[in-house]
C-alpha cells in the first residue's frame, strides 16, 4: 500500500503547455511538500502545506500554482511550461513538527519539456 | 555560497571498502542533520538522523557530527552492491515556526562486485 503516491510518473510536452501533478498520502500526516531535483541531483523545497494552508512558498515563479483540496492531497500546476522547468518533481509528506527529519517521499514525477 | 556543500561524486569503491561521505554547512543555527539513500528512480529515504555532535551508529552506517567545524559525515562499511545509490545530506531549518528540509547536492556511489 503506497504511503505517498504521485501521477503521473512521467510527463513529456511541449514548450509553453500546461500541466499538472497530482499526489496523495495515506499516512495521516499534516504536512505536504514539493521538492524539485534538477539533473545533478540538487534537491530543493518549492511547497509546503500544512492542513491545507501554504507555509512554505520559495522564490519559484507564478507559473508554479500548487493546490491542496483538503490534508492528504497536494497538486502542482505549471503554466506555460519552459525548457528549464524539465526535472524530477517530487512530493513528500511528514508529521507536523518534523522534529525526525523525515520526510516521506513519493517516487517522483519526470518532466521533460521539449 | 549553498547552505549545505557536498561533493557530487560519482565515487566508485570495491565491495567491501569502507565508504566515507562528507558535507559541510554553513550556518550554525542549523540543529539536527540526517543522512538520506535515494535509489535510481525512486523517491529518498531517511537512512540516519543525528542531533548532537558525536557519533551515531546504525548496522554498518555511522553519522557523525561535528558542529564545531559544521561538517557531517556518513561512514558504510563493509559496502554492498545493494548500497550504489546517491546519499543526500540534509539539515533542518526553522522558517516562519515551521521546519524545512535543506539537501545537500547528493553523492553518487557505487559498489561493484
Known amino acids: 500500500d503506497t504511503a505517498v503516491s504521485q501521477t503521473p510518473k512521467y510527463l513529456v510536452t511541449q514548450m509553453g503547455n500546461d500541466k499538472s501533478i497530482k499526489c496523495e498520502q495515506n499516512l495521516g500526516h499534516d504536512t505536504m511538500y514539493w521538492y524539485k531535483q534538477d539533473s545533478k541531483k540538487f534537491l530543493k523545497i518549492m511547497f509546503s502545506?500544512?492542513?491545507?494552508?501554504?507555509?512554505i512558498n520559495e522564490t519559484v515563479p507564478n507559473r508554479f500554482s500548487p493546490k491542496s483540496p483538503d490534508k492528504a492531497h497536494l497538486n502542482l500546476h505549471i503554466n506555460s511550461l519552459e525548457l528549464g522547468d524539465s526535472a524530477v518533481y517530487f512530493c513528500a509528506s511528514s508529521p507536523r513538527d518534523l522534529n525526525t527529519g523525515e520526510l516521506f517521499f513519493g517516487e517522483g514525477s519526470r518532466l521533460t519539456v521539449l | 555560497q549553498k547552505e549545505v556543500e557536498q561533493d557530487p561524486g560519482p565515487l566508485s569503491v570495491p565491495e567491501g571498502a569502507i565508504v566515507s561521505l562528507n558535507c559541510t554547512y554553513s550556518?550554525?543555527?542549523?540543529?539536527?542533520f540526517m543522512w538520506y539513500r535515494q535509489y535510481s528512480r525512486k523517491g529518498p529515504e531517511l537512512l540516519m538522523y543525528?542531533?548532537?555532535?558525536g557519533n551515531k551508529e546504525d548496522g554498518r552506517f555511522t553519522a557523525q557530527v561535528d558542529k564545531s567545524s559544521k561538517y557531517i559525515s556518513l561512514f558504510i562499511r563493509d559496502s554492498q552492491p545493494s548500497d550504489s545509490a546517491t546519499y543526500l545530506c540534509?539539515?533542518?531549518?526553522?522558517?516562519?515556526?515551521?521546519?524545512?528540509?535543506?539537501f545537500g547536492a547528493g553523492t553518487r556511489l557505487a559498489v561493484h562486485p
Open positions: 502545506y500544512n492542513n491545507k494552508e501554504l507555509i
Open positions: 550556518n550554525s543555527a542549523f540543529q539536527y
Open positions: 540534509a539539515t533542518n531549518l526553522l522558517s516562519g515556526g515551521y521546519n524545512k528540509l535543506i
Open positions: 543525528t542531533y548532537s555532535s
